[in-house]
């Protein structure tokens, strides 16, 4: 079952996220000593591939969010883009943002699952 909107700094475990555009990510925060992390393991199915910085690779998510009622309210939710606060990804950023096209999907990975292989890996 896919949960209609999920916070992963509340609900520990790995998730799987797709877009509407075919990009992947997994959310990862089953460890409370280390920061929620996101990776971005596949990138777009639909017209040409974004090649983002440290695609592949797994990157602290500062905080997540969707809008709502005209308002950003903490999660991701299915049928709304993803806001992403990101840890710096530049030499002189305080902090990255990324924003998705619209979420399609999101999915519980058992613990013990391998989740999805960064192409070329």
């Known amino acids: 079952m896919t949960p209609e909107c ?32 996101v990776t971005r393991v596949i990138a777009h199915s639909l017209g040409e591939p974004a090649d983002l910085r440290r ?16 308002r950003y309210a ?10 992403l606060s990101l840890e710096p990804l530049g030499p002189h950023a305080e902090m990255t943002m990324r924003i998705s ?11 013990g699952s391998p989740g999805p292989t960064p192409p070329g890996a």
Do not use: W
Request: proline share 10%; net charge negative; with cysteine.
């Open 101 to 111: 096209t619209p979420v399609t999907q999101m999915t519980h990975l058992p613990d």
């Open 6 to 37: 999920l916070d992963p700094f509340t609900h520990p475990g790995r998730l799987i996220v797709t877009t509407e555009s075919g990009a992947t990510y997994l959310f990862d925060s089953r460890n409370d000593d280390r920061p929620v992390t």
């Open 74 to 83: 903490a999660g991701i939710r299915v049928g709304s883009p993803m806001c």
């Open 55 to 70: 695609d592949g690779r797994p990157i602290a998510v500062l905080a997540v969010a969707h809008e709502s009622d005209g």
